[in-house]
């Protein structure tokens, strides 16, 4: 978590699945937190693989 309000999701994993962004939004919404990001270091493009999720209540995921 930094600064008490964003969390970061640090992965090196192959791909990033569904599973990798459901676990974020699980503990933007148990920790209350506005928002988060998703970061796979297993990749040569690391600013391809750099996720942003907002604690949106309109969002499918986050309801």
């Known amino acids: 978590m ?3 309000q964003v969390i970061m ?3 090196s994993v192959e791909t990033l699945l569904p599973v990798h962004h ?3 939004i699980t503990y ?3 920790a209350k937190k506005p928002l988060g990001f998703l970061i796979n ?4 493009s690391i600013k ?3 996720i942003r999720i907002a604690n949106d209540k309109n969002h499918p995921d986050l309801k």
């Open 2 to 4: 930094v600064n008490e």
């Open 9 to 11: 999701e640090l992965k």
């Open 22 to 24: 459901k676990q974020l």
């Open 28 to 30: 933007l919404k148990l």
């Open 41 to 44: 270091f297993n990749t040569d």
């Open 48 to 50: 391809d693989n750099i």
